[in-house]
């Protein structure tokens, strides 16, 4: 199967930027969107005005507020709304696809029930079709700029691994390949964590020394989960897990990092959220991983940290003096002692 026809589902930032890469690609591409203002501009103006302002898309790429119509021809449909809706358009087009049409989810996030990947829950919908799953530092603001940057596809099917980097790589965007799908996803969906603690660093003005053992500690604690839950270590150190955190840590064009920063300056979690205005996948994973990692005994000292100050008023420099010094109150107790890996 030869990508020549694809399906973007999702008007907003990283939907748009994979619509152009593959647009570059001369790829016939056609991109859903429930805002029938943006599709025209996209269509007419070639721009997408209200998340990727002055980024000239190509005049090749089409967009559609008919979901049936956009996904009817596609070889390839990538999936790029917020995770808390992926599960609702995913099953409105589902009973329409032929079992050759491959879903690529490009959504960084957990579904609440079960703790399912996006690429789980395309499964679930769509038991016949290849699922893959595209991550890795990709800032769609840079990307829509066409600045270098490189990503992973992940899937359990080579054919369509080999497929998508082909219909994605072009001058500006480099794609690796990985067989491990569920490394590749947990990493792009827990390293929105710690970007939200990389803004309170950031907005508390600390220094390079304390980013620099964030981050690290960050590594090292996303990798325990995901080991615990079945990843292979060895992607963490790749794109996809230090890759993509390391850029969401630092970049204040992260939306994660950005509701960080704004709690760090003494701003509510409903205010920073209403004033980004669009998705920041973390604040919901925090919830769901920590949860994961009481239930399962993994050591996650940020994790736990985070949640008391987005959900229970704990101050950011309680909350890291605390966990200096290893007395900081915490309500669970963990098998794994406090400086081990
Ligand atoms: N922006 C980035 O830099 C980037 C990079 C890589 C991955 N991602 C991931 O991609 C996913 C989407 O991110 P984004 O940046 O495009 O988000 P966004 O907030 O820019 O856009 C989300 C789009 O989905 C639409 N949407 C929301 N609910 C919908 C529904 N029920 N039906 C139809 N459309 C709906 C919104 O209207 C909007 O157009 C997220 O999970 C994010 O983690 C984002
Ligand atoms: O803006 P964020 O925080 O959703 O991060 C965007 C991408 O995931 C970076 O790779």
Redesign the pocket.
């Known amino acids: 199967m030869d990508i020549q026809r694809a399906a973007v589902i ?6 748009t930027v994979v619509a152009n890469i593959l647009a570059d690609n001369q790829i016939q591409t056609v991109q859903w ?3 029938e203002v943006v599709a025209s501009a996209i269509n007419t103006s070639h721009t997408n005005p209200d ?1 990727l302002p002055g980024v000239a898309l190509n005049p090749e790429l089409k967009a559609t507020t008919d979901l049936l119509a956009a996904v009817k021809d596609a070889d390839v449909i990538f999936v ?4 808390h ?1 992926v599960r ?2 995913v099953t409105s087009f589902a009973a329409e696809l032929k079992p050759e049409q491959a879903l690529i989810s ?4 957990i579904e609440h029930d079960g703790f399912l990947l996006m690429s789980q829950v395309l499964a679930e919908i769509c038991p016949n079709n290849p699922v893959g799953v595209l991550s890795g530092p ?3 603001k840079e990307i829509g700029k066409r600045e270098l940057a490189a990503t992973v596809i992940a899937s359990e099917n080579s054919e369509l691994r080999r497929n998508v980097q082909d219909a994605l790589s072009c001058s500006y965007f480099r794609v690796y390949a990985s067989n491990d799908l569920y490394g590749v996803e947990l990493g792009g969906a827990l390293k929105n964590i710690y970007a939200i603690v990389s803004g309170f660093v950031a907005a508390l003005g600390m220094g390079e020394n304390t980013k620099s053992m964030i981050i690290t500690r960050s590594l090292a604690e996303m990798s325990r989960f995901a080991v615990a839950l079945g990843a292979n270590p060895l992607t963490f150190l790749g794109l996809a897990g230090v890759g993509d955190l390391v850029v969401t840590c630092m970049s204040p064009l992260s939306r994660n990092y950005r509701v960080g920063y704004a709690i760090g300056q003494g701003k509510t979690l409903e205010d920073a959220i209403k004033e980004l205005g ?2 920041a ?1 973390g604040v919901n994973t925090l919830k769901y991983v920590r949860a994961r990692a009481i239930e399962l005994d993994i050591y996650m000292p940020l994790v736990m940290g985070a949640y008391e100050i987005l959900f229970n008023g704990a101050q950011p420099k309680d909350v890291a003096q605390g966990l200096m010094t290893g007395d900081y109150a915490s309500d669970v107790e963990f098998a794994l002692p406090k400086h081990e890996i």
Do not use: D
Not at 80 to 83: D, G, L, M
């Open positions: 999702g008007g907003g930032s990283f939907g969107m429930r805002n998340y790029s709304v917020p995770s809706s609702q358009v490009t959504t960084k996030g990709n800032l769609a669009e998705v996948e």
